[in-house]
């Protein structure tokens, strides 16, 4: 990483898009305390991040990309298990599981062990884990990778009516379609440097933001050559 | 074809070994311990050249049929087989039927059993080589006795992928090879005895077995040899027809695997059912605890080192009935305590990213430990207690019980504590989440067997006093040393568990984000 600052506005839809490699991850794994960044802070309102580390994570659910899942728990275990993990109370956290199965669609395999899931089902089962505390910031790597049509209708009704209601949410991403539609703000990040950040109108000046973002990149390669690819 | 899929196994295998040079190390022991066993045999092998035709036809017949036998066999159970050549991922290449076959058997002698398995069957060739005839049948005889080896192993291989693919298989299958391996011991002594006591019922056994697909391959030579072509030709029309219909059903169910790749599901089931998590009490600890009680059952990794327990006192009543000594017994519940506290030493390795989990809660330190600690303290003890005072009555030795029950509880609790500061600071190498417990862990074989060494030395300074106290026990033979040893391994166990736990807690705060990349190196 190439000295990031980024500052996300409470209230706010989120997205950071990059090409693969950018350095998302491991931005979003620096800013939620679960990789120590060499210099630099990460606040969350107004808890220093890394100072406070305890603190800032009550504030913060967190959907990493790439990690493994407790998975010999069912998936009603597993997130009952996170509610716990945070000290809540056993039957709130109770009744919160059944209403995020249910949302999430996972109702009918809630005794399935995880290891068993499909890997859009695994993906909505942490982010049921991620949830479960009713955190004031979400942020969530790739959370709509391998998700079926349907559930990542559902998954975006909640994010939209959970940031309605003040919630701040941080989505990285590389469905650029996705992230216009979704997102009032928007973050290009690159060679883990920032190319560009702020409202997605401002960042995509009125091009398609996937437009805006490639040229912004770079690295198009013209469709020459592969010629015997035409010729069957 | 059949040179690119030689290939492509070559540079696979090279490729792995790239990834670490410990891994580079691991496969060096590897070899040179089949290096060693392969060695033996060809010595043997050599020096029957010499022996009596009955005794060399014996033994190679015997030999091989355990050979072919073994390859069938161990696929199955060790669900940790090679599949780096796995039909399944052919599927989207047009490879002729043929050609793949011929690649594949070939690809299967490339690795250590492969080569150890070829070099001993040429071996043969060398004890049969009082002639020309005998030499060429027995040559005839290992190729054919290697690739019915090698082909057998693929039908079992090919048969077995999708149940193979099914995680419960997977589980049970890991669990159930640890039971004859644990009981190994006994299983070899018993068979040897048999062996010795029947040795006159051998070359008849090796005679019955030259006619099965087993011996056939291996018994042409010796049938030549002792002038009989007539059974020769015979055990030869065996060998052909057992390995053309093995390779016939192999092309069979690769076929059918090509097209339809291995479904692994599982049917859906409703929640409702919480488990541990309704019983133990709602705070974090407490659901630590659950969780890891959850995976000492699920995790074959965890159950596999728990299904050694009950065996143990098997093994060492039967070590002891072989000798008439039972003195070995009073180890039972002190490695018995050893064993399970140890056992969590490696707990975040084991979580491998799912600690991610943790570190995103914010799960404090010590509530991470305890619950863990907890979790193995909840079935070590009445384990530790039932041995101890199943040792005094077996042995009629109740007089000991209170040193056995002071120095066992000292290792337990003590251990438990140690461990909790182990794998709060440091990483081994383990199997994966969802890997066999007998696949080769990827990662630091050197710090793996360094936190372990070291480990295992302060544990034995920290129970020192224990120790101390049986010894005096045992040279004054006054009892009151062994209540003294009951109250100072209840009481220091305890005081080093709860500093283990803090410390280890506190060093999980400070260092948190630093385990979870070292475990992510792993992944």
Known sequence: MDGISLDVPAGSFFGIVGPNGAGKTTTLSMATGLLRPDFGTAVVHGVDVWARPLEAKRLMGILPDG???????????????????????????????????????????AGTLVVDYSAGMTKKIALASA?????????????????????????????????????????????????????????????????????????????????????????????????????? | MVAHLLRLKLTLLRNGLRRSPWQLVGIAFAGLYALGVVATLVVVLV???????????????????????????????????????????FTTFAIPMKQMLAGLALGGLIGIPGLATTLVALATVVSWSRGVLPAVAALVGAVLGVLTCIVLSKVVTTATASLAASRRFKDVSAIAFMVPLVLLGPI????????????????????????????????????????????????LLISVAVLAGLTWCWKLLLERALVSPPYSGSGKRKGGKLGLFGLLPAVPAGAVMARSLTYWIRDPRYSGSLIVVPLLPVVLVFQGSQTGDFSTLALLAPLTAFILAWSISADVSYDNTAFALHLASGVRGVHDRLGRALACLAFALPVVLAFAIGHAAFAGEWASLPAQLGLSLGILLTGLGLSSVVSARYTVAVPLPGDSPFKKPPGNVGQTLAVQFAGMGILFVLVLPEAALLIAQLVTGNSLFGWLNLAVGLLLGLALLVTGVRLGGKWLDARGPELLAQVTVNR
């Open chain 2, 188 to 235: 070899v002594a018993g068979v040897s005895r048999g062996i010795s006591a029947s040795a006159g019922f051998l070359p008849e056994f090796a005679q019955a077995m030259s006619w099965t697909p087993l011996g056939a391959p291996w018994a042409i030579a010796g049938d030549l040899e002792a002038g009989q072509p007539g059974a020769a030709a015979l055990k």
């Open chain 1, 67 to 109: 990690v493994r899942l407790f998975d010999r728990l069912t998936g009603e275990q597993l997130v009952t298990y996170a509610g716990l993990l945070r000290g809540m109370d056993k039957d709130v956290v109770a009744s919160r599981v059944g209403e995020l199965l249910t949302a999430l669609d996972l109702a009918q395999d």
């Open chain 2, 47 to 89: 020096l029957l050249r010499r022996a009596e035709p009955e005794l060399v036809q014996t033994a190679v017949v015997l030999g091989g049929a355990a050979a072919i036998l073994g390859w069938g066999i161990i696929p199955v159970v060790a669900s940790a087989t090679d599949m780096t050549l796995d039909p399944a991922r």
């Open chain 1, 131 to 232: 949830l479960i505390h009713a955190p004031r910031l979400l942020v969530l790597d790739e959370p709509f990778e391998a998700v079926d049509p349907v559930s990542a209708a559902n998954i975006r009704s909640i994010l939209d009516s959970y940031v309605a209601s003040g919630g701040t949410v941080i989505v990285s991403s590389h469905v650029m379609d996705l992230v216009q539609r979704m997102c009032d703000h928007v973050a290009v990040v690159s060679a883990g440097r920032l190319l560009a950040a702020g409202t997605v109108d401002e960042v995509r000046a009125g091009a398609s933001l996937e437009d805006r973002f490639v040229q912004l990149v770079g690295g198009r390669s013209h469709t020459e050559g592969l010629e015997w690819l035409r010729t069957f």
